[in-house]
């Protein structure tokens, strides 16, 4: 299934070559992938992400769907 994914460029990230990216940003995963495997796919694991799915904030459990447009933000904090 082909979803979408939007990644702030202040993310350092590299993205795996495979035969899951089309390109940067369509994705063709397996039905019933959730986000924090496409996290790990990404190489983001590690990394506190705010994660919008279709508008909507997230959490690393929501299972994708086909057509799903994911964006993904680094958690920033300050003083």
């Given at each position: 299934?082909?979803?979408?994914?939007?990644?702030?460029?202040?993310?350092?990230?590299t993205?795996?070559?495979?035969g899951?990216n089309?390109?940067r940003?369509?994705?063709?995963?397996?039905?019933?992938?959730?986000?924090?495997e496409?996290l790990?796919m990404?190489?983001?694991?590690?990394?506190?992400?705010l994660l919008?799915?279709?508008?909507?904030?997230?959490?690393?459990?929501?299972?994708?769907?086909?057509?799903?447009?994911?964006?993904?933000?680094p958690?920033?904090s300050?003083g």
């Amino acid at each position: 299934m082909l979803i979408q994914i939007e990644i702030s460029s202040a993310l350092p990230i590299t993205i795996p070559v495979s035969g899951k990216n089309l390109t940067r940003d369509q994705w063709d995963v397996d039905e019933d992938t959730r986000i924090d495997e496409m996290l790990d796919m990404l190489n983001l694991t590690k990394i506190p992400t705010l994660l919008i799915l279709n508008g909507d904030v997230v959490n690393e459990d929501s299972i994708l769907k086909e057509g799903d447009t994911l964006k993904i933000f680094p958690v920033v904090s300050g003083g």
